[in-house]
């Protein structure tokens, strides 16, 4: 274990022990965040939604990385992650952006008429194919 994995964790525990809010994806502004789950293939890396001026912004990390897909998109879905298979991503879900790169940091607006509360999963799916590369719960 190196040492900013080692202070990371100490901050974690440290703050489990003292009830804090240990989410270290959250901005301060109270935004959703986390890692991804894998479905169809690995994704890693983690991603939050914040504000930036007047926009909500979905920020994928310098870590995210998956396997490249011929039609890969970013979706907000109304099924939890759980629930969702790749053939019901296109009904239930509203599209966020097609995925600019299957690795590094980047950013996606997510439309001014999206409510966040509205949806209960972010999703990493390939249209094409109906086939889910995975995704995430959209919780605070």
């Not at 022990?17 to 991804?36: E, K, Q, S």
């Not at 600019?100 to 209960?120: F, N, R, V, W």
Request: net charge neutral.
């Amino acid at each position: 274990m190196n040492f900013k994995t080692t202070r990371t964790l100490s901050i974690v525990i440290l703050s489990i022990l003292l009830g804090m809010n240990t989410n270290l994806f959250a901005d301060d502004t109270g935004g959703y965040g986390g890692r991804w789950t894998n479905k169809g293939y690995d994704i890693d890396g983690t991603w939050k939604i914040v504000q930036k001026a007047d926009k909500t912004v979905l920020v994928l990390d310098e870590n995210f990385k998956t396997r490249k897909g011929p039609d890969l998109k970013i979706f907000l879905s109304k099924i939890a992650l759980k629930d969702i298979k790749g053939s019901k991503v296109k009904y239930s879900s509203v599209l966020v952006s097609p995925l600019k790169s299957p690795k590094g940091a980047q950013e996606y607006e997510i439309p001014d008429d999206i409510s966040l509360e509205d949806y209960a999963s972010v999703l990493i799916h390939c249209e094409a194919y109906a086939h889910l590369w995975g995704g995430a719960a959209l919780e605070q």
